[in-house]
């Protein structure tokens, strides 16, 4: 007597979590977690001018990202405070040895928007991004699981642009001071402990609030 085969209802039904996992669209993923960095860096940027927390003894006049000169560039500064809302420190070396330095916290001194605002800003858009990218790629029949599995996914955009930032927002004067964001700290908190979890948590909603399978494949094929 030969066992039954698995009907065609039961591998339509999504419950087969290995392979919702395994058909991750890693492109789309790249992309939202790419542009959930972008877009957090122009919102927190924004803060920052409209608050006018920079003043003329922070950055050096022009917008370079490298700035060489006594004072670093202002998108380098920017840089390092969207680093500074993940609770990653700014790394200072000079003659007199290496200190690590809060500067976000440093600034926010002089804000008028309480601190937990700034920091909500990442938190807000991680969120938003797995929600979006969980709402477009799992059908109506995926798990609260499977939503978490697909929003974490956009870490690997995410990571590769905390590390490309790491590197990029960095300053050296011309005595030999440098500063830049701390290396690790930025791929533990900001490239992989928060696109994790928040992002994690954004497919979670997109499940539990009934958003995918009307949006699903918008972004094309899965690779």
Same mark, same amino acid.
Request: aromatic share 10%; hydrophobic share 50%.
């Given at each position: 007597?030969? #066992? ?8 339509? @039904? ?14 789309? $993923? ?45 998108? @380098? ?12 420190? %700014? ?14 916290? #440093?600034?926010?001194?002089? #804000? ?41 996914? %956009? ?55 009934? $958003?995918?399978?009307?949006? #699903? ?7």
């Amino acid at each position: 007597m030969t #066992a039954p085969k698995p009907t065609e209802a039961h591998t339509a @039904t999504g419950d087969n979590r290995e392979s919702v996992f395994d058909d991750v669209p890693w492109q789309h $993923a790249l992309v939202v977690g790419i542009g959930a960095f972008v877009l957090g860096f122009i919102l927190l940027s924004g803060l920052v001018m409209a608050e006018g927390v920079l003043d003329d003894s922070v950055t050096d006049e022009t917008d370079e990202v490298d700035s060489q000169g006594d004072e670093p560039g202002l998108l @380098t500064v920017l840089g390092w405070l969207y680093f500074g809302t993940h609770f990653v420190d %700014l790394g200072v070396d000079s003659v007199f040895g290496s200190i690590s330095f809060d500067m976000f916290g #440093a600034l926010m001194e002089e #804000a008028v928007l309480p601190e937990i605002l700034w920091r909500l800003v990442p938190v807000v858009v991680l969120i938003g991004a797995g929600y979006l990218l969980a709402a477009r790629v799992l059908p109506a029949t995926a798990s609260p699981e499977d939503g978490a599995k697909i929003g974490a996914t %956009l870490t690997i955009g995410y990571l590769l642009t905390a590390a490309i930032g790491a590197q990029v927002f960095e300053f050296t004067g011309d005595e030999g001071t440098s500063a830049s964001v701390e290396f690790t700290e930025a791929l533990l908190l900001a490239g992989l402990l928060y696109p994790i979890l928040l992002g994690a948590f954004g497919g979670y909603l997109a499940v539990r609030r009934g $958003a995918t399978g009307t949006t #699903a494949g918008q972004f094309g094929p899965r690779a």
